[in-house]
């Protein structure tokens, strides 16, 4: 019989240790915020599902109402072979007329400070949406990147070395090209296979998700998916690894899968399964690290809209220095006392070779000659 899941007892020393290494910058949230419910027409449902549901119908494609987006490209496949590239800009045109407020879990996670840099595993703006609410009264600051096979892209420095709130698809973001974005189990499959070419590996993320604890929200992977991408991650064999950090995969129905439970009591012991929602998991954490930390609480927002003006100080400070180093051009100036006209013909002037020089003297000289033997 499989080793007994390894379900993490949510005590006071599991809630000290993960805020403790929150406060040493060691915990790196990896989030699919496409597993949160939303405030949509019908009622609260994921935001997967809603999308799912409103690009069926756009199809006119018969599904359940729970159903999740991977069933719709596989159906839409089934009726039209071939056809799947359409369906990234018919995606994409759904979530611009979506009018969905980020949920209050992403609102909860964007107030614990710590979090520099998030990890998502989904497609849509929820997660950038809900740290600019949060941090920065609704700006769009939060940096955003987003990686693909096609055109791969990586942190711009090491996670304490970043600027601003930065938010890395890993999945990618949704655009009308195909290979750009994850909408079914294919295309996570070919993200997967192309982080494993050392290439097309972003490198400085990787480093940080080896060296991280790992907090693993509403991440629904299939259970072949989630060995896959703890392997990946973790960049080592995972019942062998020589650096000792937890990850913590926070959901209710993912916790509840045996044969992943099973895999990792066997070989990864520093994974523990969470069965708690992330909804519930990420209030509790806010209200602990609030109730440690009460003045970076009450004072969050403000201190994030200061560090943003200092570091556009520090930015306009830095442009004003270079150009003072810079070299000073000065014009060239021009001999006194000439005119437009003889400013002209000192440039053509000196435009002339030395054998054209040569030339119009001597043709003047010979001019001179026949003037002066006429007038004798």
Known sequence: MPA???????????????????????????????????????????????????????LRLPIDGAARLDEVVSRFQRQSPGGK???????????KELDVAPPQALLDLAAILPFRLF????????????IDQVRHHGEARTEVIAYAPNRTADLPAPCAQLLRPTVFHLMGKLSTAAGESVICDEDRLEFLHALQEDALRPKLLFDELRDSHLLLLGCRL?????????????????????????????????????GLAA?????????????????????????????????????GSQRAAAALGRN????????????????????????????????RRDRARRRERPADRALLASRRQQC????????G
Do not use: C, N
């Open 4 to 58: 007994a899941p390894p379900q993490e007892d949510l005590d006071d020393f599991f809630w000290s240790d993960l805020l403790d290494y929150l406060d040493e910058g060691r915990v790196l949230p990896i989030v699919d915020s496409g597993a949160f419910a939303v405030d949509g027409p019908d009622g609260r449902v994921t935001y997967e599902a809603l999308v799912a549901r409103r690009l069926a119908e756009r």
């Open 85 to 95: 590239a359409v369906l990234y800009g018919r995606a994409l045109q759904v979530t």
């Open 119 to 130: 990890v998502s595993v989904s497609f849509d703006t929820l997660l950038q949406r809900a």
């Open 222 to 258: 299939p259970d072949w998916a989630a060995r896959f991408f703890l392997r990946t991650a973790k960049d080592s064999r995972l019942s062998m690894r020589e650096k000792e950090t937890f990850e913590y995969v926070v959901d209710a129905e993912l916790a509840a899968d045996s």
């Open 263 to 299: 895999f990792v009591a066997d070989f990864s012991r520093p994974t523990r399964l969470v069965a708690l929602s992330p909804e519930a998991f990420l209030a509790d954490l806010k209200r602990r690290w609030q109730e440690r930390h009460p003045g970076d609480a009450a004072s």
């Open 312 to 343: 556009r100080r520090e930015g306009a400070a830095a442009g004003a220095q270079r150009r003072r180093a810079a070299p000073v051009v000065q014009p060239r100036r021009q001999p006194a006392g000439l005119g437009r006209r003889g400013q």
């Open 368 to 375: 001179r000659f026949r003037r002066l033997r006429r007038a």
